[in-house]
């Protein structure tokens, strides 16, 4: 005999979403690579989505301290652009922690007070603040990244 199906219903139920792909907590990640490996708080979009990258893993992390230990001259062919990081920017000027000047991203005062108060918890970021602050604002530039990048085409 063959049964029919009268009704489907659906039950809402909480999906858990991997804290990297939540808005908040790349733009915690932005503002903390602006304010503490960026000269004067300004990046291009490659320089964010590279150091986005960097920090995502303990892998990534470990590839790029090779590749600055090396002079910048070991093989480093592929880095991730990730889509969270455009939207956590896009909710990061709209919320006027970042401003988009040209083809580059400069945190504000605003921003700058968030990542103040992110930075006095020190419970917060500690991997990617102990990152950030081994590579400073100097060691990698954006002629650097701009070099990185041209390996892609």
């Given at each position: 005999m063959e049964e029919k199906i009268n009704a489907i219903s659906f039950n809402d139920r909480a999906i858990p979403i991997p804290s990297d792909y939540?808005?908040?907590y790349k733009i915690g990640h932005i503002l903390l690579i602006l304010y503490i490996s960026c000269r004067a708080g300004k990046s291009s979009i490659m320089k964010l989505h590279f150091l986005c990258w960097a920090i995502k893993t303990k892998s990534n992390t470990a590839t790029v301290k090779g590749w600055i230990k090396d002079n910048f001259s070991s093989h480093l062919y592929i880095w991730g652009i990730e889509p969270t990081v455009n939207r956590a920017l896009l909710f990061a000027v709209s919320n006027e922690l970042v401003k988009n000047i040209g083809p580059d991203f400069l945190i504000t005062t605003k921003g700058n007070d968030l990542v103040k108060a992110i930075?006095?918890?020190?419970?917060?970021?500690?991997?990617?603040?102990?990152?950030?602050?081994?590579?400073?604002?100097?060691?990698?530039?954006?002629?650097?990244i701009n070099k990185l990048a041209s390996k892609f085409h």
């Amino acid at each position: 005999m063959e049964e029919k199906i009268n009704a489907i219903s659906f039950n809402d139920r909480a999906i858990p979403i991997p804290s990297d792909y939540r808005p908040l907590y790349k733009i915690g990640h932005i503002l903390l690579i602006l304010y503490i490996s960026c000269r004067a708080g300004k990046s291009s979009i490659m320089k964010l989505h590279f150091l986005c990258w960097a920090i995502k893993t303990k892998s990534n992390t470990a590839t790029v301290k090779g590749w600055i230990k090396d002079n910048f001259s070991s093989h480093l062919y592929i880095w991730g652009i990730e889509p969270t990081v455009n939207r956590a920017l896009l909710f990061a000027v709209s919320n006027e922690l970042v401003k988009n000047i040209g083809p580059d991203f400069l945190i504000t005062t605003k921003g700058n007070d968030l990542v103040k108060a992110i930075t006095r918890d020190k419970e917060l970021y500690n991997r990617e603040r102990e990152f950030l602050s081994s590579i400073g604002k100097n060691k990698i530039t954006e002629l650097q990244i701009n070099k990185l990048a041209s390996k892609f085409h």
